[in-house]
């Protein structure tokens, strides 16, 4: 009787043992999966989009866009309003005008904008664009920080488009978003869409 109980205690503890080596490994793996997430999150939360980007005009037919470059410091300020590689969507009925402000938020770094059809590979500068003075001036040189331009077209052509940045070498660092000419929308908006190549 009395070995039974020593052998039923052994066993107890043994159970007690393993059972805490089982919480040991759920610590250590619920530490490291604090440890990957934390780093999944790194560098930076997810862009916002804020409504007041964008003003709709619907008498005049006219959608205001404002463009900001540099407006985080996502992606070493190659963003536009803190979006890279095509976050960004902004679509537009087919036939409305779109008037971009453009600002460089950028401290370092001279940025521009271009309207260009949808491509791959990326180029890797100024291409014409997609209509006409759809482009900020000095295109290729950009403008420097808190300069400002604005660009106004007519969307007359449907498709997909990029808003671009025509500094060398930005556009293709991801520095564009995404510009939609649409036939089956009557208002304009501006929405996260997923990033990735063109
Ligand atoms: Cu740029």
């Known amino acids: ?45 997810a862009p916002v989009v804020d409504p007041s980007w964008l003003q709709v005009d619907t008498v005049t037919k006219t959608a205001t866009f ?6 985080t410091g996502l992606n070493g300020a190659l963003n536009f309003n803190g979006f890279r590689d095509g976050g960004l969507t902004l679509t537009v009925p087919v036939g409305w005008t779109v008037a971009m402000h453009f600002r460089n938020h950028d401290g370092m770094l001279p940025h521009s904008a271009e309207i260009i059809p ?16 759809a482009f900020t001036l000095r295109l290729e040189q950009g403008l420097v920080s808190e300069q400002t331009d604005d660009l106004r077209f007519i969307a007359d052509k449907g498709g997909s488009y990029l808003i671009f940045c025509g500094v060398p070498g930005h556009g293709a660092a991801g520095m564009w978003v995404r510009l939609e000419v ?10 996260a869409t997923p990033a990735g190549k063109p």
């Open 66 to 71: 404002q463009l900001v470059a540099g407006l």
């Open 118 to 133: 949808d491509s791959h590979p990326l180029p890797t500068g100024p291409v014409a664009p997609a209509f006409p003075r």
């Open 182 to 191: 649409s036939g089956s929308v009557h208002r304009p908006s501006l929405a």
């Open 1 to 45: 009787m009395r070995r039974r109980f020593a052998t039923f205690t052994l066993f107890r503890l043994a159970e007690r043992r393993g059972r805490l080596a089982t919480v040991k490994s759920l610590l250590v793996a619920g530490l490291l999966a604090v440890a990957v997430g934390v780093r999944a999150q790194d560098p930076a939360p």
